[in-house]
């Protein structure tokens, strides 16, 4: 019998993001990151070494997801737009813990299950942006914000830097194999005010908060490492 859309599926328990998923996807990154280019990795005993933490990562290149998974200190569960979970890119992506959010509505399994990693003390990573873009944290949206007050998680800014300065030979999308690609971490930092409101001015104003310590952090490291 054909099996119809309701109520019913709709309210499924969804199925937590497989941590040792994210650690074979660490494995992976590890791998290929310092396999095919040279990352200098900056302040990652800044990332709390246990407990529920978001890092909150500039996008300016595709390239900027993996080189974290392979340089972050835990294993990363990602939001990832759904539009990458194509063919078998999907389930793989899946296998290795990573998290698909439909963009254009109020995905509320995305939501759970971000929610879940952290409740789980596990590691959530974000493109605070959106999209991929200048990679300057200029244009913030709020979901960084409703998830760090409501799984009270600390976030830790970090900027990639160097993915999108030259172009490489074989592959004109990717930077040049061997090229360097600095990864730096930030100080942790709570957005919330203390009070564990989450009406909407709470998070306008937590959003604000976060947009200037990112911000702060990207000027920081772009000296740091004269990028």
């Known amino acids: 019998m054909r099996r119809h859309a309701g109520r019913g599926e709709a309210s499924r328990p969804v199925t937590p993001p497989s941590q040792k998923g994210a650690a074979v996807g660490r494995g992976i990154g590890i791998g290929l990151m310092y396999g095919l280019w040279k990352p200098r990795v900056l302040g990652a005993w800044r990332v709390p070494s246990s407990g529920p933490v978001i890092l909150a990562v500039n996008h300016a290149h595709n390239l900027d997801g993996p080189m974290l998974m392979g340089t972050a200190p835990r294993p990363v569960h990602f939001l990832i737009k759904k539009e990458a979970f194509i063919g078998p890119l999907g389930p793989f992506l899946e296998g290795i813990g990573q998290l698909k959010v439909d963009r254009s509505v109020p995905d509320r399994t995305a939501i759970t299950n971000a929610l879940q990693v952290l409740a789980g003390g596990g590691v959530l990573g974000i493109f605070p942006e ?52 600095d990864v730096v971490f930030g100080d942790a930092f709570m957005a919330g ?18 947009q200037e310590r990112l911000t702060a952090h990207l000027e920081n490291a772009k000296r740091l490492t004269g990028r």
């Open 130 to 181: 959106g999209t991929r873009g200048e990679g300057d944290f200029a244009s913030l949206r709020a979901g960084l914000a409703y998830f760090a007050v409501r799984g009270g998680a600390p976030i830790v800014p970090v900027a990639v830097l160097g993915s999108t300065e030259r172009r490489g030979r074989l592959i004109r999308a990717l930077p040049p194999l061997r090229s360097r690609v």
């Open 193 to 210: 005010d203390g009070s564990g409101r989450r009406t909407r001015k709470a998070l306008d104003d937590a959003t604000v908060r976060i």
